[in-house]
């Protein structure tokens, strides 16, 4: 008998998907740079930037029906425009994110097989992983989980390890870091600012199951639970972790700029178990990937819900009848994500326009944030839902969460914007910056009138 169509995501799947999505071990050198002041920020950010944002997520997703997630939520509250330039925000800003990590990962893999650095042998492996990744969507989302899985358990078992590393040297009494004497309270200045901007990035990604209510089973009630999880897996692992890499590494030794990969040869080579860190790293790419995955498989719902509203050809709001899976939008994303992966190897010019792309992104990751929050506190404009579901405490709760959650996220950004005291050209770095996030928001405007005038054609069409 054929089934009545592709099968949806339960608790677990679900869970799993949000925590490879969200979840960054990545982050834990950036966090141990700046020693035990992190380890509070970490708590600090779950209630009052994870929690909002979740929060928001559930209540809208369950008053706002469809898959368009934030692009839909800001839509129905401010109206067309503003829906659009919050997906158009946040499409882009995932862009030289899949194209970093594709190079990266391509990066690892050449530098375990070659002894040196091999530009050519790298572009193929990133074009290799992207077009796997493209294809690998095309058979839908109950596919592709088990590749999010798979990363999701890689993130774990790096956790793991630096976990009974740190334990080990604190069997011996050599812990690298004194915790009892360290202090607890960030210092006002830019490394802090730094730290609170990446753990709130660290923090983002609630919003991805907004996008999935329609393919989750259980509904909103699963993305509730879905998120509480995660919220408990994010705090443990991303405080447990700094400590870790703390107690196995001092401060000095830790920084923004080494990257996981040569941390974890620091780590396991400080412990005297050097062979332990190809295993670490491999488990770290294969978090990487399954991560890649996870958000190469939201971003594909904005041009699918581009398609719904006619801002793209009617192909986009298609489905496939068997998969679920948006195909014109995979292959548009897909396209894109090469395009970008070239163009960052393609010489100097192109290199510079790929360092626009990056610092572009610095600012339009968190605009998306911020109208997520400005829309759910704007309850108001919202339709009537018998049955949506309201978080514990009610619309009061709900409006202090919002107002935190607007709040972190204001600072947060602003932080991005603070100048280093290394830099040069301070003022040229935040032009640059600045410049970049406007110019996109006036390519949003422009492709939005030129999306409004696609609708104008279709409804006089049907009429």
Not at 356 to 365: D, P, Q
Not at 382 to 402: H, K, Y
């Amino acid at each position: 008998m054929a089934e009545a169509g592709p099968k949806r995501l339960g608790l677990i799947d679900a869970t799993l998907f949000a925590s490879v999505a969200m979840l960054g071990i990545r982050w834990l050198p950036v966090a141990g740079a700046s020693g035990a002041s992190a380890l509070p920020l970490w708590g600090l950010a779950l209630l009052t930037f994870y929690l909002p944002l979740s929060v928001a997520t559930a209540e809208m997703a369950s008053r706002f029906p469809g898959e368009g997630g934030l692009y839909l939520w800001v839509r129905e509250t401010y109206g067309p425009m503003a829906g659009f330039l919050c997906g158009w925000f946040y499409w882009i800003s995932l862009m030289p994110y899949f194209a970093g990590t594709v190079y990266f990962l391509a990066g690892l893999v050449v530098g375990f097989f070659v002894a040196t650095h091999n530009t050519a042998l790298s572009l193929l492996l990133s074009l290799a992983i992207t077009a796997g990744a493209t294809a690998f969507q095309l058979f839908g989302l109950r596919t592709g989980k088990w590749l999010t899985n798979f990363g999701a358990a890689g993130s774990w078992a790096v956790f793991a390890l630096l976990a009974a590393a740190a334990i080990m040297l604190a069997g011996r009494g050599a812990v690298a870091t004194d915790f009892a004497s360290s202090s607890y309270i960030p210092t006002a200045n830019f490394d802090s600012a730094i730290l609170w901007g990446t753990i709130i990035f660290a923090m983002c990604g609630s919003e991805t199951l907004g996008f999935l209510r329609d393919e989750i089973e259980g509904g909103i009630k699963t993305v509730v639970r879905a998120l509480t999880a995660v919220g408990i897996i994010l705090v443990v692992v991303y405080a447990a972790g700094t400590a870790a890499m703390l107690a196995i590494l001092p401060q000095a030794d830790l920084t923004r700029l080494s990257g996981l990969p040569d941390a974890i040869h620091a780590a396991f080579n400080h412990v005297g178990l050097p062979s332990l860190a190809s295993v670490a790293i491999a488990l770290f790419a294969l978090s990487l990937l399954g991560g890649f995955t996870a958000w190469f498989g939201i971003g594909t719902r904005l041009p699918m819900e581009a398609g719904i509203d006619n801002f793209l050809p009617p192909a986009f709001a298609r489905k496939d009848e068997k998969t679920g899976a948006p195909v014109a939008s995979i292959l548009l994303q897909g396209g894109l994500v090469f395009f970008v992966v070239i163009l960052s190897q393609a010489g100097e010019g192109a290199a510079a326009a790929y360092d626009f792309l990056v610092a572009m992104s610095v600012l339009t990751v968190t605009i998306p944030s911020l109208l997520v929050f400005i829309a759910y506190l704007a309850p108001r404009r919202w339709r009537d839902a018998a049955d949506a579901w309201v978080p514990p405490g009610g619309a009061r709760i709900g409006r202090v969460l919002g107002l935190a959650g607007l709040v972190s996220t204001v600072i947060a950004t602003l932080c991005c914007l603070v100048p280093s005291g290394s830099d040069p050209h301070p003022l040229a770095t935040f032009l640059k910056i600045a410049i970049a996030t406007v110019g996109a928001g006036v390519m949003g405007v422009v492709f939005y009138h030129l999306g409004a005038r696609r609708q104008a054609r279709a409804a006089a069409e049907i009429a």
